[in-house]
């Protein structure tokens, strides 16, 4: 690789450096959006710690994120699996400036949580009931007491707008893990999520294709298409929202290659809507089963 491209490269990257990542489209807080926002928001502010739970892909990263921008949080998340360490979330010393400086407080490198805490963010903590035992140990004290202990610093008091928000996929799900009882217990608000109604829905794949200029007869189709995956006696996991606004996007951009939204539809669903899908019984594949849902709705 030249120098040239190396310097080019190094001043793109200062140029793609942003404060943090803006909500691009307008937020849908309509039929269940706008019991849980409102709940999201009071449990906050009564520091009552919330849970979102819902299927992938409904809303609940979004929602979190709005109630951080409308409340001028900054906005922390950490997804969680077995990778994830208490140094990771809380912080380290860096080993370099340890040398040089001691372990004072210019040597600490925060992690997201510990950043949150101080900075009086909101912290998002995904799939809590994968963190392993030490995470879940780490995440107690900010949780009940709002202090972390820190070595050699002593008690971290957090910031009075710190606040700390969980989500997990529903316990029913096949392949969730249970959640600690000692985190069970300091949670106090579960904020369920499901998929939305139908005006709702299409509101938001309108607004995240967009799609403002589609056709009402293929929006339904492919409203319904999603929706009934979701009443699919063979599907375990259906079509989420995610996956509805994905397909909506590329009916809207590519129509015109098309004779008509069906055959627009028929071509990209398969691709679009089988991802993250599951089927239960034993004999069918997830494609058998969308094309007998295409069939159904497009003929
Ligand atoms: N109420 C809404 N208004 C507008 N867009 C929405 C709304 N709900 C969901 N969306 C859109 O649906 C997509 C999925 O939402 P999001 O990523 O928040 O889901 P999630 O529940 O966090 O999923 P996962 O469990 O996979 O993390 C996003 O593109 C989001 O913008
Ligand atoms: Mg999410």
Redesign the pocket.
């Known amino acids: 690789m030249s120098g040239n491209s190396e310097l080019g490269f190094r001043e793109l990257l200062q140029k793609s450096i942003v404060d943090g990542i803006r909500i691009e489209?307008?937020?849908?807080?309509k039929g269940q959006?706008r019991r849980a926002y409102d709940l999201l928001k009071d449990s906050i502010d009564a520091n009552v710690t919330p849970c979102l739970v819902?299927?992938?892909?409904?809303?609940?990263?979004?929602?979190a994120r709005k109630v951080a921008e409308d409340t001028g949080r900054g906005f922390y998340e950490v997804f969680f699996d077995e990778n994830m360490t208490p140094s990771r979330l809380i912080g380290a010393f860096d080993p370099a400036l340890v040398v040089r400086r001691g372990r004072t407080v210019e040597s600490f490198e925060p992690g997201p949580l510990m950043r949150s805490m101080v900075e009086g963010g909101l912290f998002v903590a995904?799939e809590l009931n994968r963190a392993t035992e030490f995470c879940q140990n780490s995440l107690i004290a900010p949780l009940e007491e709002r202090h972390y202990h820190l070595y050699p610093f002593g008690m971290i008091k957090a910031h009075d707008n710190f606040a700390f928000v969980s989500?997990q996929?529903p316990i029913e799900t096949s392949g969730t893990y249970r959640l600690s009882r000692v985190l069970v217990d300091r949670i106090g608000c579960w904020i369920r999520?499901g998929y939305?109604d139908k005006e709702?829905e299409k509101e938001?794949l309108r607004?995240?294709a967009p799609a403002y200029n589609l056709a009402e007869d293929i929006l339904n189709k492919i409203y319904e298409i999603v929706n009934e995956t979701r009443q699919h006696p063979d599907l375990e996991i259906p079509a989420?929202?995610?996956a509805g606004?994905f397909l909506t996007r590329l009916v809207d951009r590519y129509l015109d290659r098309f004779d008509d939204g069906g055959e627009a539809i028929r071509f990209f669903a398969p691709s679009v809507l089988t991802k993250e899908m599951r089927v239960r019984t034993p004999g069918k594949t997830v494609e058998t089963v969308i094309e007998e849902i295409l069939q159904k709705h497009l003929g």
Do not use: A, F, Q
């Open positions: 489209n307008p937020v849908i807080l959006y819902g299927p992938p892909g409904v809303g609940k990263s979004l929602l995904h989500t996929n999520l939305p709702t938001i607004v995240n989420s929202p995610r606004i």
